[in-house]
């Protein structure tokens, strides 16, 4: 390879795409019978649902949570809680595969003891989108975000500070991991509508893992 790509890649095939955002290609890959069993186990006690933004419209995203607290959102606004509202009872724990890939992955982005309190499931079907948005219901900026693509591939979109930056797409396939950090933590993302497809393990739809310390 030559220098000046060997610079963009790291040893473990970690590729470093903005300040503090790493795509690890293909990262879960080996992982993925014991992730799609943990869904499995996180959606029979939390279902997924649409859950509704601020305004009161269904959002296009079908979501779930694990861990100690999850992300929630409805007409009072968008915040993390301790108990899932339908039912009322903790989210599920976050399965020990969930952990233990968030860690690895932010190790080898350079971000050591990532911690992660709170795993966002969303689902994906053809026609799904999610819009520009930014991610800063969380505490603490300084840990990263841990994000795991499993399923139909997916068009997202990486912007910057501010909505207006321009935006770059980034194709993100099954089993492929990208960590959020430094600079990068508050730039604004979003998805672009799912094509349609099936996918040979996960069928019709996308399942990304969004991990995040939020307290
Ligand atoms: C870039 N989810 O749940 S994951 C979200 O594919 C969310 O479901 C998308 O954005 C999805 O909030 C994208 C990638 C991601 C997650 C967090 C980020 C990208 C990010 C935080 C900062 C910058
Ligand atoms: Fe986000």
């Known amino acids: 390879m030559p220098t000046v790509m060997r610079e963009l890649f790291d040893d473990a095939g970690a590729t470093q795409f903005d300040d503090g955002a790493w795509l690890l290609r293909g990262f879960a890959l080996e992982r ?30 079908a979501m779930t949570n694990c861990g100690e607290v999850g992300w929630v959102s409805d007409r009072r606004g968008y915040r993390y809680a301790p108990r899932d509202p339908l039912g009322g009872g903790p989210w599920p724990v976050m399965p020990e595969a969930f952990a233990a890939l968030a860690g690895d992955a932010a190790r080898a982005a350079g ?12 689902r994906y079907v053809p026609g799904t989108r999610l819009s520009l948005h930014q991610d800063r219901d969380e505490r603490d900026f300084d840990a990263p975000i841990v994000s795991v693509s499993l399923g139909l591939p997916a068009t997202f979109l990486f912007g910057g500070l501010a909505r207006s930056d321009r935006t770059r797409r980034i194709a993100l396939r099954h089993g492929d991991v990208v960590v959020w950090g430094g600079a990068s933590r508050l730039f604004h993302h979003g998805v672009l509508a799912l094509a349609d497809g099936v996918h040979p393990v996960m069928g019709a739809r996308r399942i990304n893992l969004t991990f995040r310390k939020a307290l």
């Open 111 to 122: 971000f050591e003891a990532f911690a992660p309190d709170a795993c966002l499931v969303n």
């Open 32 to 61: 993925e019978a014991a992730l799609l069993a943990a869904i499995e186990t996180v959606a029979a006690q939390a279902p997924f649902r649409h859950m509704e933004t601020r305004r009161g419209l269904r959002m296009s995203v």
